[in-house]
C-alpha cells in the first residue's frame, strides 16, 4: 500500500487540510462569536430583568410611597392638621391673646379701678382721722369729719357700715343722752322756768322735734314732772330720713347742707311686689299720729285705737311727695307693725313699717313740714 505521502496528490489533501483547518477556525470563532452573543443575550435579558424589577420595585415603592401619602391625610392627625388651616388655630391662639390683653387691659383699668381703690385707700386714712378725733375726745369733730365721708358715696360698704357703726355710738352721747358738749350745733342747754312745759319749751325755742324727744333724752319719767331750775338738754333738729330699699334700711341724719351729720340707723320692712315708691317725699304737716285709727283700703275693714290687731301699730307719720313725680302718691306713710318678723322684706301694702320702739324714735325726731324722707 503506498504511503499518504506517496501519492500523488498529496499536495491536494494538504490544501484540502488547510481549507478544512481554516474552516474550523472561522466556525470556531463564529461559535465564539455566537456563543458571546448568547451569553450577552443571557446577561442581557438579566440585568434587564433585574432593571425591570428594579424599576417595577422602584415604581412600586414608588406608588408606595404616593399611597403613603394619602394614609397619613385620612389617619386622624393629617385630618386635624387638615381642619386647623380651617380652623385656624393660630388665630384663635391670635385671638386669645387678644382677649388675654382686653382682660389684662380690665386689671390695667383695675389700676383705673385702683383710682377707686386708691381713693378707698384715702379715705380709710380719713376714717382713722376720724377716728383720731373720736379717740382724743373731739365728739363733735369726729362726727362732722365721718359724715361728711359717709355723705360723699366715697366709702365701700365695709367702710360705710364701720363710720356708721361708730357714729351711731357717738350719737348715743351727743343725740341720746343728758350730756352736752359745749361746740354741739344742734344741742343747748335750757333751764326750767315755772309754768314750763316739755311742749312749750319746744315750741319756744323753735326746736324742730317732738317733745317727747326731750323727754326721751333727758330721761324724764312724767313730761309733767319738771320742775323749775331743772336742767334740760335741747336738741335742735331737723332731722332727715333716707330709705335704702335694697338693704331695708332707713338712716336718720340732723342737720342741712354740708353740716349734716349722720345719727342712726334703723330697719325698715317695704311694700309688697316692690310697691314702695321711690323719690323725695316730706313729712306731711298735721299727719303725724299716735294710736291711730286705720281703716283698711283693700278690705274697708276699720280698726279701733288702742286695737291690738291695728296693722299700723301705735305710730303714724305721713308723707306727701315734692316731686313731680312723686306730689300725686297718697296714703304713703312710716308707721308700726304687729308683725314684727316682716321687717327686711316686702309686706306692707307700700308704705315704711318699722318695730315699735324704732318708730317711736323716729316719730319724735321728724317733724311736720320740715324733715324729708328720700327713698330709693
Same mark, same amino acid.
Given at each position: 500500500?503506498?504511503?499518504?505521502?506517496?501519492?500523488?496528490?498529496?499536495?491536494?489533501?494538504?490544501?484540502?487540510?488547510?481549507?478544512?483547518?481554516?474552516?474550523?477556525?472561522?466556525?470556531?470563532?463564529?461559535?465564539?462569536?455566537?456563543?458571546?452573543?448568547?451569553?450577552?443575550?443571557?446577561?442581557?435579558?438579566?440585568?434587564?430583568?433585574?432593571? !425591570?424589577?428594579?424599576?417595577?420595585? #422602584?415604581?412600586?415603592?414608588?406608588?408606595?410611597?404616593?399611597?403613603?401619602?394619602?394614609?397619613?391625610?385620612?389617619?386622624?392627625?393629617?385630618?386635624?392638621?387638615?381642619?386647623?388651616? #380651617?380652623?385656624?388655630?393660630?388665630?384663635?391662639?391670635?385671638?386669645?391673646?387678644?382677649?388675654?390683653?382686653?382682660?389684662?387691659? !380690665?386689671?390695667?383699668?383695675?389700676?383705673?379701678?385702683?383710682?377707686?381703690?386708691?381713693?378707698?385707700?384715702?379715705?380709710?386714712?380719713?376714717?382713722?382721722?376720724?377716728?383720731?378725733?373720736?379717740?382724743?375726745?373731739?365728739?363733735?369733730?369726729?362726727?362732722?369729719?365721718?359724715?361728711?365721708?359717709?355723705?360723699?358715696?366715697?366709702?365701700?360698704?365695709?367702710?360705710?357700715?364701720?363710720?356708721?357703726?361708730?357714729?351711731?355710738?357717738?350719737?348715743?352721747?351727743?343725740?341720746?343722752?343728758?350730756?352736752?358738749?359745749?361746740?354741739?350745733?344742734?344741742?343747748?342747754?335750757?333751764?326750767?322756768?315755772?309754768?314750763?312745759?316739755?311742749?312749750?319749751?319746744?315750741?319756744?325755742?323753735?326746736?324742730?322735734? @317732738?317733745?317727747?324727744?326731750?323727754?326721751?333724752? @333727758?330721761?324724764?319719767?312724767? !313730761?309733767?314732772?319738771?320742775?323749775?331750775?331743772?336742767?334740760?338738754?335741747?336738741?335742735?333738729?331737723?332731722?332727715?330720713?333716707?330709705?335704702?330699699?335694697?338693704?331695708?334700711?332707713?338712716?336718720?341724719?340732723?342737720?342741712?347742707?354740708?353740716?349734716?351729720?349722720?345719727?342712726?340707723?334703723?330697719?325698715?320692712?317695704?311694700?309688697?311686689?316692690?310697691?314702695?315708691?321711690?323719690?323725695?317725699?316730706?313729712?306731711?304737716?298735721?299727719?303725724?299720729?299716735?294710736?291711730?285709727?286705720?281703716?283698711?283700703?283693700?278690705?274697708?275693714?276699720?280698726?279701733?285705737?288702742?286695737?291690738?290687731?291695728?296693722?299700723?301699730?301705735?305710730?303714724?307719720?305721713?308723707?306727701?311727695?315734692?316731686?313731680?313725680?312723686?306730689?300725686?302718691?297718697?296714703?304713703?306713710?312710716?308707721?308700726?307693725?304687729?308683725?314684727?318678723?316682716?321687717?327686711?322684706?316686702?309686706?306692707?301694702?307700700?308704705?315704711?313699717?318699722?318695730?315699735?320702739?324704732?318708730?317711736?324714735?323716729?316719730?319724735?325726731?321728724?317733724?311736720?313740714?320740715?324733715?324729708?324722707?328720700?327713698? @330709693?
Amino acid at each position: 500500500m503506498a504511503l499518504p505521502s506517496q501519492g500523488g496528490f498529496s499536495s491536494v489533501r494538504r490544501g484540502s487540510m488547510y481549507r478544512r483547518r481554516r474552516g474550523r477556525r472561522g466556525l470556531s470563532w463564529l461559535i465564539v462569536l455566537v456563543a458571546a452573543l448568547g451569553i450577552t443575550w443571557m446577561l442581557w435579558p438579566e440585568s434587564t430583568t433585574k432593571e !425591570a424589577s428594579d424599576v417595577a420595585k #422602584v415604581t412600586i415603592q414608588t406608588p408606595k410611597v404616593e399611597t403613603a401619602k394619602p394614609m397619613p391625610i385620612a389617619t386622624p392627625p393629617v385630618i386635624t392638621q387638615a381642619p386647623e388651616p #380651617v380652623i385656624e388655630p393660630p388665630k384663635r391662639t391670635e385671638h386669645s391673646v387678644v382677649e388675654t390683653a382686653k382682660e389684662e387691659s !380690665a386689671p390695667k383699668q383695675t389700676p383705673t379701678l385702683a383710682k377707686p381703690i386708691a381713693l378707698a385707700a384715702t379715705t380709710s386714712a380719713n376714717l382713722e382721722e376720724g377716728l383720731d378725733l373720736l379717740d382724743s375726745g373731739q365728739l363733735v369733730a369726729a362726727r362732722l369729719q365721718l359724715s361728711s365721708l359717709l355723705r360723699s358715696g366715697l366709702l365701700n360698704d365695709t367702710e360705710a357700715a364701720q363710720a356708721r357703726g361708730v357714729l351711731t355710738d357717738i350719737s348715743d352721747t351727743l343725740v341720746f343722752s343728758k350730756e352736752i358738749t359745749p361746740d354741739d350745733p344742734f344741742a343747748l342747754e335750757y333751764i326750767v322756768r315755772g309754768g314750763d312745759t316739755l311742749s312749750g319749751i319746744v315750741q319756744k325755742m323753735g326746736l324742730h322735734v @317732738n317733745w317727747r324727744f326731750i323727754q326721751r333724752i @333727758n330721761a324724764i319719767k312724767q !313730761a309733767s314732772g319738771i320742775r323749775p331750775g331743772q336742767n334740760l338738754k335741747l336738741i335742735t333738729g331737723p332731722f332727715h330720713a333716707k330709705v335704702d330699699k335694697s338693704t331695708y334700711r332707713i338712716d336718720l341724719y340732723q342737720g342741712d347742707g354740708n353740716e349734716q351729720v349722720f345719727v342712726r340707723s334703723y330697719r325698715v320692712g317695704l311694700g309688697e311686689f316692690n310697691s314702695t315708691p321711690t323719690g323725695l317725699f316730706k313729712v306731711r304737716k298735721n299727719s303725724k299720729l299716735v294710736n291711730p285709727t286705720w281703716v283698711n283700703p283693700r278690705t274697708r275693714e276699720f280698726y279701733s285705737a288702742d286695737n291690738p290687731m291695728n296693722p299700723i301699730g301705735e305710730r303714724w307719720i305721713g308723707l306727701e311727695g315734692i316731686e313731680e313725680r312723686t306730689k300725686d302718691l297718697s296714703g304713703l306713710g312710716i308707721h308700726g307693725t304687729i308683725e314684727p318678723e316682716t321687717i327686711g322684706t316686702q309686706a306692707s301694702m307700700g308704705c315704711i313699717r318699722m318695730g315699735s320702739n324704732d318708730v317711736s324714735q323716729v316719730y319724735e325726731m321728724l317733724a311736720e313740714g320740715i324733715s324729708t324722707v328720700e327713698i @330709693n
